[in-house]
């Protein structure tokens, strides 16, 4: 009888180790699908240590919240690249709002599984700097006081947004961003040079396109504002100007006594 239930144990335990660790991929959808279905804590204690050790949860979430990620519905990506107990692939996360989102994922295998270490943004061939929102690294004492500030209300929010967007239409009929660069914050100005600016959005100037009606038509906000890790205040949204609505995605830095400019996205959609 002992010698029957010791091979019966031995069994048990060669079919537990033989069981079949799961792909990075799949991992790696699973990680997305809790992101999306709102189990944050779930998701965020699946990944490595080190990635944890980056950042804590709340701030894990409210990262994924700022890039979307929480509407994630699809995953698109390029065959892994395997060394050992690495992997390394680049993804597009596809979200309900029809966004694509960029990443390049670096997943490490620990404790028998595929886990997320790092998800970094693709280099952005303006600054050639490869972004990764989730990590401490860089930010400043100051940054918990920045945090700490109240929003702005949203009346004063859309006003903000809209005089932004005003002032990027004068900058395209005009036919330079010189003074647009001038009103921006000094933190931007110091990532950014003029001829960037210009660079950047010279598809606009080329193309001579109108957004003078976002003078008159006030923004919708798709998300609630929000200061986000970086103490960055977002406002993210659309005007309904016609033909084409206009979509924004605008990053501000306080610096006393207001908010300024740090980052602008301007797209045109039907």
């Given at each position: 009888?002992?010698?029957?239930?010791?091979?019966?144990?031995?069994?048990?335990?060669?079919?537990?180790?033989?069981?079949?660790?799961?792909?990075p991929?799949?991992?790696?959808?699973?990680?997305?699908?809790?992101?999306?279905s709102?189990?944050?804590?779930?998701a965020?204690?699946?990944?490595?240590?080190?990635?944890?050790?980056?950042?804590?949860?709340?701030?894990?979430a409210?990262?994924?919240?700022?890039?979307?990620?929480?509407?994630?519905?699809?995953?698109?990506?390029?065959?892994?690249?395997?060394?050992?107990?690495?992997?390394?692939?680049?993804?597009?996360?596809?979200?309900?709002?029809?966004?694509?989102?960029?990443?390049?994922?670096?997943?490490?295998?620990?404790?028998?599984?595929?886990?997320?270490?790092?998800?970094?943004?693709?280099?952005?061939?303006?600054?050639?700097?490869?972004?990764?929102?989730?990590?401490?690294?860089?930010?400043?004492?100051?940054?918990?006081?920045?945090?700490?500030?109240?929003?702005?209300?949203?009346?004063?929010?859309?006003?903000?947004a809209?005089?932004?967007?005003?002032?990027?239409?004068?900058?395209?009929?005009?036919?330079?961003?010189?003074?647009?660069?001038?009103?921006?914050?000094?933190?931007?100005?110091?990532?950014l040079?003029?001829?960037?600016?210009?660079?950047?959005?010279?598809?606009?100037?080329?193309?001579?396109?109108?957004?003078?009606?976002?003078?008159?038509?006030?923004?919708?906000?798709?998300?609630?504002?929000?200061?986000?890790?970086?103490?960055?205040?977002?406002?993210?949204?659309?005007?309904?100007?016609?033909?084409?609505?206009?979509?924004?995605?605008?990053?501000?830095?306080?610096?006393?006594?207001?908010?300024?400019?740090?980052?602008?996205?301007?797209?045109?959609?039907?």
């Amino acid at each position: 009888m002992f010698a029957r239930s010791c091979s019966l144990l031995l069994l048990l335990t060669l079919l537990a180790g033989c069981a079949k660790q799961p792909e990075p991929l799949a991992s790696l959808q699973q990680f997305f699908e809790q992101v999306a279905s709102g189990k944050m804590q779930e998701a965020y204690a699946s990944t490595a240590f080190g990635f944890r050790a980056q950042q804590n949860e709340k701030a894990f979430a409210r990262t994924m919240a700022e890039l979307g990620i929480d509407q994630y519905v699809a995953l698109q990506a390029d065959k892994p690249e395997v060394r050992g107990r690495e992997v390394k692939v680049e993804v597009e996360v596809a979200t309900k709002s029809g966004t694509r989102v960029p990443f390049i994922i670096t997943m490490l295998d620990e404790g028998g599984a595929w886990r997320v270490f790092a998800l970094r943004s693709p280099r952005d061939e303006r600054t050639g700097i490869a972004e990764n929102r989730f990590s401490l690294v860089g930010r400043t004492a100051a940054l918990g006081d920045v945090m700490s500030r109240p929003l702005p209300s949203d009346k004063e929010a859309k006003q903000l947004a809209q005089r932004t967007l005003s002032d990027f239409s004068d900058a395209v009929v005009a036919g330079s961003f010189t003074d647009f660069y001038d009103s921006v914050s000094r933190a931007w100005q110091n990532q950014l040079t003029r001829g960037q600016l210009q660079r950047a959005f010279q598809p606009f100037l080329d193309k001579k396109i109108d957004l003078s009606s976002v003078r008159d038509v006030e923004p919708v906000f798709d998300a609630a504002p929000v200061i986000n890790t970086d103490g960055l205040l977002v406002l993210r949204g659309h005007v309904p100007t016609s033909p084409l609505q206009t979509i924004f995605h605008l990053k501000y830095a306080y610096e006393l006594p207001k908010w300024k400019l740090f980052g602008i996205d301007v797209q045109l959609k039907r």
